[in-house]
């Protein structure tokens, strides 16, 4: 009995494969980890102790915290760069951050009803939470966590952002640029992941942009127009589910939903920073391309000073010599 079935899933017209699911002694999992390579790992009890931790444990022992809450008018929760608004730029986002303290995003959720905004809490743990939220994110499974980071030569753990999601509930399509193992501790998230290389079909918005790293492509309804080559993207879906643990390589991106009538579903991540020394061969891996297209929008946005200036610099030097 899998837990969820197909009518929990939103529908959408995209091609996706399969993400092997191995078990955590499996010596393929390292190979996978090391290669950039998207897998679904059980058994590794990375999380096995806080399996308590659903909302009225961390609305007991997080009461008073005052916790990074996100609303939308909808069901999507797409990030923004605060940092990179400007002010004649007129940005009207569908979801923004609403800080609360624990006990009224509980309440929240619990009154919630059809219509209302939803919510979606994305804290980061840290030792100010809370003597008994400390005590039990001590009792992860680190040792097995800190081996993977050691065997695929990882920088460090930047942070773990503890997730709470209302049923429904949709992170759009992105990529981030650490590496991420991505655990579940309560109900079902779906994830459709897509390799760097499907760069071309998924457009995200230009770097300096707030929307920098997400798609411009509107799952629900996308726009065939101006994203012609959506049609041709080709992704990885899989389900997560309790103390299963999703190996997100950076770069790659992915689209994540908690699946509907599922009720709440809470997480965990690790974001681990890239390796220092990541050799480069030829012909370049994918990701590498990322970061030099990044690099380029980002040297061509400061030497113009304006990025607006940029997409017709590179329009000037393509069309009609390197087309
Ligand atoms: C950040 C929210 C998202 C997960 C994700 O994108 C990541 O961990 O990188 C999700 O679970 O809705
Ligand atoms: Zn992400």
């Known amino acids: 009995m899998a837990g969820w079935n197909e009518s929990q899933l939103r529908k959408y017209n995209i091609k996706v494969d399969k993400i092997p699911t191995l078990q955590y002694d499996d010596p393929k999992v390292d190979s996978l980890l090391s290669n ?3 897998v679904l790992i059980k058994g590794s009890k990375l999380v096995s102790q806080v399996l308590k931790w659903d909302l009225d444990y961390l609305a007991e022992h997080m009461n008073s915290i005052c916790c990074n809450v996100l609303v939308s008018k909808n069901h999507k929760f797409k990030y923004y760069d ?77 942070s ?57 492509v509107d799952f629900d309804n996308p726009d065939y ?55 480069i061969e030829y012909p370049l891996l994918d990701h590498q391309k990322m970061v030099i297209m990044r690099n380029v929008e980002k040297m061509l946005a400061e030497a113009l000073h304006d990025p607006n200036e940029v997409g017709n610099m590179l329009n000037t030097i393509v069309l009609g010599r390197y087309t």
């Not at 006990?103 to 743990?125: P, T």
């Not at 001590?138 to 030569?153: R, T």
């Not at 399509?173 to 390799?195: T, V």
């Not at 992704?235 to 599922?262: A, K, Q, R, T």
């Open 225 to 279: 127009i101006k994203f012609p080559k959506f049609k041709e993207a080709c992704g990885y879906e899989v389900i997560v589910g309790p103390e299963d643990v999703l190996y997100i390589p950076m770069y790659w991106f992915h689209h994540v939903e908690s699946l509907m009538h599922g009720g709440c579903t809470v997480s965990v991540n690790f974001w681990f920073k890239a390796g220092s020394v990541e050799k």
């Open 36 to 38: 950039n390579k998207p």
């Open 160 to 216: 773990n952002l503890l997730l709470i999601a209302q049923e429904g509930n949709v992170t759009p399509c992105h990529y981030d640029e650490q590496q991420n193992m991505f655990a579940s501790i309560r109900g079902y998230k779906r994830f459709i992941l897509f390799p760097p290389s499907e760069f071309e079909c998924l457009y995200p918005h230009p770097v300096h942009h707030p929307y920098d790293r997400q798609s411009q």
């Open 82 to 158: 605060q940092k990179k608004i400007t002010p004649n730029m007129t940005f009207k986002p569908i979801s923004r951050p609403s800080p609360m303290i624990f006990s009224e995003f509980a309440k929240k959720i619990k009154d919630w009803k059809k219509g209302d905004s939803r919510l979606y809490m994305q804290q980061v743990l840290n030792n100010s939470i809370s003597q008994r939220i400390v005590s039990d994110f001590v009792m992860f499974n680190w040792d097995w966590i800190m081996s993977k980071q050691k065997v695929c030569k990882w920088g460090s753990l930047t």
